[in-house]
């Protein structure tokens, strides 16, 4: 009678053991199709991933109109939904909306913002969008000794985009100075598509547009200093603009200097256009192809020899920074973060020391005007924020003013 019970109990305990081996069983078996499962999505999300990347670098390296598409990124709007002529929205109650026409009929959305002293405030007391305050601007810019800033931004978004706003604040706070912010064409509010030529364009029309202000109607204006302050891609635009100007600058004198006749020498000279003050290089490349094999996400190019190469010499969009520099006269500082991991900082180095060695062997004379600030903790967008930003770029503005009768030939 006592061996039917242990024997029932043996009976149950061998039954649990097999259930329970059997859902470990079940429960690999299932870990096996998850495992496999999760596998194949790995698995196809790499095949999606090198599919897409042989399709944009097929597109990259033939397709002319894909490469302003990814190099401009004009078509990312940031900040969405914003109206960038609602100026209150921004903060900058001391500025206003600006449209600047080009020499191919497109228009240019912008801003003009002053100086953060006491025009600023008699500016805020005049309604916003009247004529008086649109006098006022323009006075206030045509004032003896003006200083102003044009600002270029870098690819994608707007002028919008938080860390632009806020440099431009800090130009006109810190530097005393009027600044020009715009969009170029297909940005923002611009009209247009970009292009490494339309960029350029856009660059001489907002700099005429600064000179006709600064000028007066009549011409009543005093000198101005005028500074080119470009970030990453805007360095390249800056750059580019520094070199048309030197480059007219040069041709009208030579064809002063061969006139005949005092008269039409004396022509000459009022219609010689006028070289910016300093240009500020903000995070600048030696040229684009560089910047972009550079970038984070052309990681894969430079693992490949043969597409790095296709990539380099396929570019259609140059903006050729070190070809530029090189040719300068003008007074330039560059700004560069350690920390900068969209442009690396030897580029910046390497544009600095190219400049520096151009002017050992064309003007020894004018390589104290060339100036490199290094910022150990700064990145892409944040050297503004550093208070070495604000002494270096004071200092360089007013050693350039101090010293700019001396320059003048």
């Known amino acids: 009678m006592l061996e039917q019970p242990k024997n029932n109990q043996e009976h149950r305990h061998k039954q649990e ?6 859902v470990r069983r079940i429960r690999h078996g299932q870990k096996k199709k998850q495992r496999r499962a999760h596998l194949n999505l790995s698995a196809k999300i790499l095949a999606g991933i090198a599919g897409f990347w042989v399709l944009a670098t097929t597109l990259l390296l033939t397709v002319p109109e894909s490469q302003g598409f990814m190099t401009y990124l004009h078509w990312v709007r940031w900040p969405i939904f914003r109206d960038l002529t609602d100026l209150i929205s921004f903060r900058l109650p001391h500025a206003r909306n600006i449209r600047v026409k080009t020499s191919d009929g497109l228009e240019l959305g912008g801003w003009h913002v002053l100086p953060s002293h006491k025009i600023a405030v ?3 007391r005049l309604p916003p969008g009247s004529r008086a305050r649109e006098d006022f601007f323009d006075l206030a810019l045509a004032r003896p000794n003006t200083r102003v800033v044009i600002y270029f931004h870098g690819n994608a978004a707007t002028r919008g985009q938080f860390n632009r706003v806020e440099l431009v604040k800090a130009l006109a706070a810190t530097m005393e100075a009027h600044v020009i912010a715009i969009d170029y064409r297909g940005f923002g509010d611009s009209t247009g598509s970009p292009s490494e030529a339309g960029l350029g364009l856009d660059a001489r029309a907002v700099w005429t547009w600064v000179q006709e202000k600064v000028g007066g109607k009549e011409g009543e204006g005093g000198p101005a200093n005028i500074y080119l302050y470009g970030h990453s891609l805007g360095s390249g635009v800056a750059l580019g603009l520094a070199h048309y100007l030197s480059e007219e600058a040069e041709a009208a004198a030579a064809d002063d200097s061969d006139s005949s006749s005092s008269s039409s020498s004396s022509s000459s000279k009022c219609s010689l256009p006028v070289v910016p003050t300093g240009l500020i290089l903000d995070a600048p490349f030696t040229n684009l192809s560089m910047a972009a ?7 894969p190019f430079r693992l490949l020899p043969f597409v790095k190469n296709a990539l380099l010499h396929s ?3 140059r903006f050729p920074s070190l070809d530029y520099i090189q040719k300068l006269n003008e007074p330039i500082l560059i700004l560069h973060g350690r920390r900068d991991r969209m442009i690396p ?4 180095q390497e544009l600095y020391h190219a400049a520096q060695l151009a002017r050992v062997r064309r003007r020894p ?6 100036w490199f600030s290094e910022f150990q903790e700064a990145g892409h967008n944040d050297v503004y ?5 604000t002494n270096d770029v004071a ?8 010293g700019l009768g001396e320059r003048k030939e």
């Open 293 to 299: 094999l550079h970038h984070p996400s052309a990681l």
């Open 122 to 124: 008699e500016a805020s």
């Open 365 to 370: 004379d004018l390589l104290e005007d060339l």
């Open 315 to 317: 570019m259609h969009e």
């Open 17 to 22: 053991e097999r259930d329970r081996k059997a």
């Open 345 to 348: 900082f030897f580029l910046g």
């Open 385 to 389: 924020a550093h208070g070495q930003w």
């Open 395 to 402: 200092a360089f503005m007013s050693t350039m003013e101090l």
